[in-house]
């Protein structure tokens, strides 16, 4: 078995510290660029939604470089993302990858507890460690994803008060790349912590006052950097501080959480008003992080949608109402493989202004603390 994973921001970090505890064989794939998005898009039907693509020109990356088995997520709907592993497989079956393995984690009600078990028992039977180690070897990948996130989150949000400009995008950059070179779950975890202290040591001024913008949207779209053209970074290229709720470790967090209803209590909570039912995807969580958004201080929302993509169409509709009951402005930004970068970075410099002029003018935010 030789395994490969979709490269989806700091899942691919866990995915790989996941393979190295297991001692399983793993292609890493390459950092999403130009052409995974070409071959991608070359396979997949032409009006599916922009992860669909991205995700087939992992998977064939992966195939060419030796992987055969392909270990990813899926759901049973409501949206598109219910038909992307039968699809997926279908496609590369037809294009001349008959003996791929497909292993999708999905703990839908659907699917069940023990097919689950069945599913990920596949891997767990591939890897010539014990039960013990195998256990520790999850445990591995979820801190790693959780300390990416938690490094990430910490750069977009002190980018606005750093006060040397560019320190925490230098730091964010140095250990992504650092973090390629790990050949050990130990090895990246030490890495992590060490860069969270680094992290933790920026000097920043309290008194600036910079603009916050909550991204939300669709989940594989604000957590992919190329697929967003990199937003967070250019946020803090301009010295705006960002958060961002969704993430792969919230995303596990949220899963486990669900069988027992306690899974994000909050966003819940905020969107009950504008969207009580779930309209797949995370358009529901999209509604709520808007209205959070309001209440943790912040300045304004970009919201982040793949053309085409049906939850988040629904979400876009209900943004302009809780932006005229909250006063709470939002923008959205549709992305997908034909688009231009010019007239993107306008709309979002454009909104930027927009809420620094009604910052100027009096409707503060408050910080939401560091
Ligand atoms: S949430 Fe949107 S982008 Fe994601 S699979 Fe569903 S329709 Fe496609």
């Not at 490269?7 to 052409?35: E, F």
């Not at 620094?356 to 939401?368: D, N």
Request: with cysteine.
């Amino acid at each position: 078995m030789v395994v490969t994973f979709p490269n989806i921001g700091n899942i691919a970090p866990a995915a790989r510290a996941l393979c190295q505890g297991l001692q399983i064989p793993y292609v890493m794939p390459a950092k999403n660029n130009k052409r995974t998005l070409q071959i991608g898009a070359e396979y997949s039907p032409e009006e599916i939604c922009l992860p669909f693509k991205m995700m087939m020109g992992n998977f064939i990356e992966g195939i060419e470089k030796g992987a055969d088995t392909i270990l990813t997520t899926g759901s049973c709907g409501p949206c598109r993302f219910g038909e992307y592993c039968e699809l997926q497989m279908k496609i590369l079956r037809k294009i001349g990858y008959e003996d791929i393995d497909f292993v999708v984690a999905d703990l839908s009600s659907e699917v069940g507890m023990e097919e689950f078990k069945c599913r990920v028992g596949k891997v767990g039977a591939a890897s010539p460690v014990s039960r013990t180690a195998q256990f520790k070897a999850i445990r591995d990948a979820y801190r790693t994803v959780e300390l990416c996130d938690k490094i990430d989150a910490r750069a977009y949000y002190l980018a606005g008060y750093e006060q040397t400009p560019g320190e925490c995008k230098r730091i964010l950059h140095e250990y992504k790349d650092r973090l390629l070179e790990c050949e050990t779950p130990e090895e990246t975890l030490k890495l992590l912590n060490d860069y969270k202290r680094k992290m933790s040591r920026v000097k920043i001024s309290r008194d600036k006052d910079p603009i916050k913008i909550s991204i939300i949207g669709e989940i594989f779209t604000v957590i992919d950097p190329y697929s967003n053209l990199y937003i967070e970074e250019k946020l803090m290229d301009y010295g705006v501080s960002s958060i961002r709720k969704l993430t792969p470790s919230w995303w596990v967090k949220d899963l486990m959480l669900k069988p027992f209803k306690l899974n994000s209590l909050d966003i819940k909570r905020a969107s009950r008003k504008y969207l009580p039912y779930s309209v797949g995807g995370h358009g529901k969580e999209c509604v709520g992080e808007a209205v959070l958004g309001k209440e943790q201080g912040m300045d304004g929302a970009i919201q982040i949608l793949p053309l085409g993509c049906m939850p988040e169409v629904i979400a876009k509709s209900i943004l302009p109402t809780i932006q005229m009951d909250k006063d709470f402005p939002t923008m959205t930004l549709i992305v997908d493989e034909i688009m231009g970068e010019a007239g993107y970075v306008t709309r979002i410099e454009a909104f930027i202004d927009m809420l620094e002029s009604r910052k100027r003018r009096g409707s503060m935010g408050r910080t939401v603390g560091f």
